[in-house]
């Protein structure tokens, strides 16, 4: 069983940058494609950024480019997400997700999901 822990949620202010990151104890993390998704409250889950196995390509939801940044360290086992400029609009929990195949882009790729981790924007 792979194991996805989210972290860096909180609450935070208009304007503000945040960092999430997800550690997975996966033992051959580099051949994951990683991801992140977001569900806001009375809203479906929607695709926010994924990531290649040796990271060297990124896609992102169109609701978040240019603000969003997805990373990640396969030596420390860690996926990244980098927010910039967050909007009231950002408030969602944010899931990190994992996948064997390819990069989770659809909720139906993603064979791992964390817990998530809560973020509020305030105006």
């Known amino acids: 069983q792979v194991q996805l822990v989210e972290s860096g949620g909180g609450l935070v202010q208009a304007g503000d940058s945040l960092s999430l990151s997800c550690a997975a104890a996966?033992?051959?993390?580099?051949?994951?494609?990683m991801g992140w998704f977001r569900q806001a409250p009375g809203k479906e889950r929607e695709f926010v950024a994924a990531?290649?196995?040796?990271?060297?390509?990124?896609y992102y939801g169109d609701s978040v480019k240019g603000r969003f940044t997805i990373s990640r360290d396969n030596a420390k086992n860690t996926v990244f997400l980098r927010i910039n400029g967050l909007q009231p609009e950002d408030t969602a929990v944010y899931y990190c997700?994992?996948?064997?195949?390819?990069?989770?882009?659809?909720?139906?790729?993603?064979?791992?999901w964390g817990q998530g981790t809560q973020v509020t924007v305030s105006s």
């Open positions: 997700a994992g996948t064997r195949y390819g990069t989770p882009r659809r909720q139906s790729d993603v064979h791992y």
């Open positions: 996966i033992s051959t993390f580099g051949s994951y494609g």
């Open positions: 990531i290649t196995g040796t990271g060297g390509r990124t």
